[in-house]
């Protein structure tokens, strides 16, 4: 059974940073992370690939960074600078094939994780 399992998330002052974490039971080509604030549709927030190739969505550039330790099957997230929209349930997804975007469909999906951003 293919688990996806996130950690990490939690409440932090706007401007603060924090670290989310998913383990994967599988190895795929595309790990990505998503994210569904209350009343709003699941957005891309970034995704990533077997050759470290990454994609971020516009509202998070330059402020969050998508990493991946296949020894340890895991996915993490760093996200700086944390505005009160970032404040979401995040995911953690992954997918096979060749294509790696945002916008793409996910093949497994975590639990999710909650973020409070407290301005």
């Known amino acids: 059974q293919v688990q996806l399992v996130e950690s990490g998330g939690g409440s932090v002052q706007a401007g603060g940073s924090l670290r989310i974490s998913c383990v994967v039971s599988i190895y795929t080509n595309c790990m990505g992370w998503f994210r569904q604030a209350p009343g709003k549709e699941r957005e891309g927030v970034a995704t990533?690939?077997?050759?470290?190739?990454?994609s971020y969505a516009d509202s998070v550039k330059g402020r969050f960074t998508i990493s991946r330790d296949n020894a340890k099957n895991t996915l993490y997230l760093q996200m700086n600078s944390l505005k009160f929209e970032d404040t979401a349930m995040y995911y953690c997804?992954?997918?096979?094939?060749?294509?790696?975007?945002?916008?793409?469909?996910?093949?497994?999906w975590g639990k999710g994780t909650v973020v409070n951003i407290s301005s």
């Open positions: 997804a992954a997918k096979y094939g060749p294509s790696c975007r945002l916008y793409d469909a996910m093949d497994y």
């Open positions: 990533i690939n077997s050759a470290l190739s990454t």
